[in-house]
């Protein structure tokens, strides 16, 4: 006999995973588990079940799913965690698995921004001109290691744990976990007189407030584009829409 329960893996580190995971625990047939890559030393834990780490690659996840009889996944992570929602795309496909991507929305370029749009942290890293003496990053500490052989910069890096690659040779680092005010950042761009900030095109309001105050103080931004989505995937942009999903997909389990 099918189960009444759809049993549902989240993969998170992200505001919006937590978010699911705790509209998903207040709903009736859903039995969810959340995972985390394990990144960051102090993670904002999910409500419920949580395992930690890599599943080893396409092979280790798919035996993970199947050995832990999930049903449904929800790729809830990053917009640039392209590697695991590539594997969940294939081993949720081989195992016939439905899976959705939530993915909000990208931040858009609005009147009296100054962006240079670029596709990865290469780009951005080569897309530096000799005028960016101080350069703001707040890419995550491992994408740093792009920027290393920058040395005719100052860079003022943002992350919330320790890069764990070597920095460019004239770096403050600068430990910190959004959300940040408009006014910090403000402040933060003033007192390290920023010249150019990088950005992934992560979206959402929790990190937002950086683009408003580099549009206010006129200062240019490189903007990394997100990668691109697994092809033919299935994406909402709200938590609410992911959890309509997550209902459909266990009305049609029990039918
Ligand atoms: P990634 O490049 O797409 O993934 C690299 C590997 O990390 C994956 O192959 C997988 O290892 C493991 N992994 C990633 N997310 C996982 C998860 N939720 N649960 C279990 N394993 C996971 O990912 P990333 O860019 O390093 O990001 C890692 C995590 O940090 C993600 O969960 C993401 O949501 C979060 N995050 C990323 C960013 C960013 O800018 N990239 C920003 C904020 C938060 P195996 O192959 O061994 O399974």
Redesign the pocket.
């Known amino acids: 006999m099918r189960r009444a329960v759809l049993r549902v893996l989240i993969?998170?580190?992200?505001g919006e995973?937590r978010e699911l995971a705790r509209a998903a625990s207040e709903e009736r047939g859903l039995d969810i588990v959340s995972?985390?890559?394990g990144?960051v030393a102090n993670p904002r834990l999910p409500v419920g079940a949580v395992r930690v780490?890599?599943?080893?690659?396409v092979e280790?996840?798919r035996t993970w799913l199947r050995e832990n009889a999930i049903d449904a996944v929800v790729d809830a992570?990053?917009p640039?965690?392209?590697?695991?929602?590539a594997?969940a795309a294939t081993a949720a496909a081989e195992l016939d698995l439905p899976v959705l991507h939530l993915r909000r929305p990208e931040w858009v370029r609005r009147g009296g921004d100054l962006w240079t749009r670029v596709p990865d942290l290469a780009a951005a890293a080569a897309a530096l001109s000799p005028r960016d003496h101080n350069v703001l990053l707040t890419i995550?500490r491992?994408g740093v290691g792009a920027f290393v052989g920058r040395t005719g910069h100052r860079f003022v890096i943002r992350s919330i744990d320790a890069p764990t690659v070597p920095l460019p040779p004239r770096s403050t680092l600068l430990l910190a976990r959004g959300p940040f005010t408009f006014d910090e950042e403000l402040v933060l761009m003033s007192r390290h007189r920023i010249d150019v900030l990088v950005t992934?095109n992560?979206g959402g309001e929790q990190t937002e407030a950086k683009i408003f105050a580099a549009r206010t103080a006129g200062l240019p931004v490189i903007m990394i584009d997100r990668p691109p989505l697994p092809a033919g995937a299935v994406t909402v942009a709200e938590v609410a829409a992911a959890i309509d999903w997550l209902r459909a997909a266990a009305g049609h389990r029990v039918r």
């Open positions: 993969l998170g580190g992200t995973a995972s985390l890559a990144r780490g890599g599943f080893g690659g280790g996840l992570t990053h640039f965690a392209a590697q695991v929602s594997h995550g491992q992934k992560s």
